[in-house]
């Protein structure tokens, strides 16, 4: 099965969920989003295989979360998704994407094994 990992190499948690996947002899394909950010027709896939909604997948402590407003309940689920787009530090990490449709966020990183 395809495996595609989200990964930020500057995130212990993110290393760490890498690691076990490679222990398990799973050899994804590791896009490093910060450099090759997601577009907002993968968002949608990976927050509809999540059952989260925009905000659920934003780490809400990075600067562009507040400095864009993007706490403000009148914004579009298209108009966040398009902040992660163009803000990828706003996309919680690491996420494990299945060529069948799941995805699984490792936090904690064992998470992912999930869909192992």
Do not use: W
């Amino acid at each position: 099965m395809a495996l595609t990992f989200f990964h930020n190499p500057r995130c212990g948690k993110s290393r760490d969920a890498l690691a076990l996947l490679e222990a398990r002899g799973a050899t994804p394909t590791v896009v490093r989003y910060l450099e090759t950010p997601p577009d907002a027709q993968t968002l949608e896939r990976i927050l509809e295989a999540l059952g989260r909604e925009p905000r659920q997948l934003m780490r809400k402590q990075e600067a562009p979360y507040k400095t864009l407003g993007l706490d403000d309940p009148a914004l579009t689920r298209a108009q966040l998704i398009r902040a992660m787009v163009e803000h990828p530090i706003l996309i919680e990490r690491p996420i494990l994407l299945a060529g069948d449709g799941r995805a699984a966020v490792g936090r904690p990183p064992e998470a992912v094994l999930e869909l192992l």
